[in-house]
């Protein structure tokens, strides 16, 4: 189960919906070992795509040194889809290469300010998916 | 020649959980190599049928992409550091 704050929460969503129609990305990073979400941190979509994201290799080393001297692991990694279902692809599942973290998708297909954004956990291990609950908190 | 070499989590199973090993190659296929003496299987995730470096890491000499200098081929120096991190990717495609 992922449970987060609302205002980490409503930042993903937020950066998802910003970057619409280009698919947004980034980390929530958290103390190692806590499974808490903490630090929000927006990545650039390299691939600026609406059907593809890469963060950064210079963004990338950056922020996992980051983590490595604050003793921070990426609890939450989450990417928006713009055209299709809060769901895993294929393509997120043969690049999934952080097994103890939290693959959040938000899917901005119905952006237009019609149904309520679908925001959806899940864990990717060896090319297995399961998803998990979500809980909304308001403070850890 | 020793060169450290920093492990992703996802590979630590190949070294015993530590979070960084040492290497010698005087080049970063020499040194995948060489970590291959010591760690079975873990060439085969960072190298691809043809011997180039898989899509799915991204392999750093000190701070710089190796895919921005020679790739598989890139040289080695003693006393340098060698970073893998998965590539954090994917999407509707």
């Keep these: ?140 | 020649m020793a060169i450290e070499v920093r492990i992703p989590t996802i590979l630590r199973t190949y070294t015993d959980g530590r979070k960084a090993v040492e290497g010698s190659g005087a080049t970063l296929d020499e040194l995948f190599k060489d970590l291959e003496t010591r760690h079975a299987g873990i060439r085969e995730r960072l190298v691809d049928e043809s011997g180039e470096l898989r899509r799915f890491v991204n392999v750093y000499l000190n701070d710089e992409d190796v895919r921005f200098l020679a790739g598989i081929t890139t040289e080695l120096g003693d006393g340098d550091s060698v970073t893998i991190l998965p590539a954090v990717a994917g999407g509707m495609a």
């Design chain 1, 1 to 140: 189960m992922l449970t987060i704050t609302q205002a980490l929460y409503d930042r993903i969503v937020a950066h998802a919906r910003a970057d619409h129609p280009d698919e947004a990305c980034g980390v929530v990073a958290g103390p190692a070992g806590s499974d808490r979400p903490e630090r929000f941190v927006p990545m650039l979509n390299a691939a600026r795509s609406p059907t593809f994201y890469e963060f950064d290799s210079t963004d990338l080393l950056k922020l996992y040194r980051e983590m490595d001297d604050r003793d921070e692991e990426p609890v939450v990694i989450y990417h928006s889809h713009t055209a299709t279902e809060a769901y895993p692809s294929r393509t997120d599942v043969s690049y999934a290469g952080e097994p103890g973290a939290h693959y959040v998708l938000v899917s901005t297909a119905d952006g237009d300010g019609a149904g309520p954004f679908q925001f959806r956990s899940f864990r990717i291990v060896e090319g297995e998916i399961t998803e998990e609950d979500v809980t909304v908190v308001e403070a850890y």
